[in-house]
């Protein structure tokens, strides 16, 4: 919740409704759910309601995460939480994917910076954000170096 909608766009008058994405695409929901095709929020969400579809979309990405890379159950907390905000936000590329699942921890925090939303800076929060899970990546490789 910190990182998704932490300006409460859409909130309104104690509920949540889809608002235009930042990044584009769909409209989004609440904590970042992106609206799929079906998908009727035109009488909003309670706080309940918009928590329990963030957790929803939460365990979706720690499947995707646990697909896509062999070895995540095996990360620390902070290592998974970043990839899971990654994979959530829809910043992780196939080129960090494939430096993560090749163990060259050295290089992933820069690749997955190499990224339009991080270097156009247009957006501050999404900048912020990409950089604490950067930070997390780099926390990790210096770690395996101990």
């Known amino acids: 919740k910190k990182v998704e909608n932490s300006v409460k766009s859409g909130f309104k008058d104690g509920?949540?409704?889809p608002h235009k994405s930042i990044e584009g695409g769909s409209p989004t929901i609440a904590y970042g759910h992106k609206v799929l095709a079906g998908e009727d929020f035109s009488k909003g969400l309670t706080e309940?309601?918009?928590t329990d579809l963030l957790k929803r979309d939460i365990e979706s990405k720690e499947k995707l995460a646990r697909n896509r890379i062999p070895n995540y159950n095996k990360y620390p907390d902070y290592v998974r939480?970043?990839?899971?905000n990654a994979l959530f936000r829809g910043d992780m590329g196939p080129k960090t994917l494939g430096?993560?699942?090749?163990?060259?921890?050295d290089s992933v925090a820069t690749e997955y910076l190499n990224h339009e939303n991080y270097k156009s800076g247009?957006?501050?929060?999404?900048?912020?954000r990409m950089?604490?899970?950067?930070d997390a990546f780099?926390?990790?490789?210096k770690?395996?170096?101990k």
Do not use: F, H, M
């Not at 939480?81 to 899971?84: G, S």
């Open 15 to 17: 509920r949540w409704y």
């Open 48 to 50: 309940k309601e918009a």
């Open 81 to 84: 939480n970043a990839i899971i």
């Open 99 to 105: 430096l993560i699942n090749s163990g060259k921890w």
């Open 122 to 128: 247009k957006y501050k929060q999404i900048k912020d």
């Open 131 to 134: 950089k604490l899970n950067a």
């Open 138 to 141: 780099s926390r990790y490789a």
């Open 143 to 145: 770690e395996l170096k």
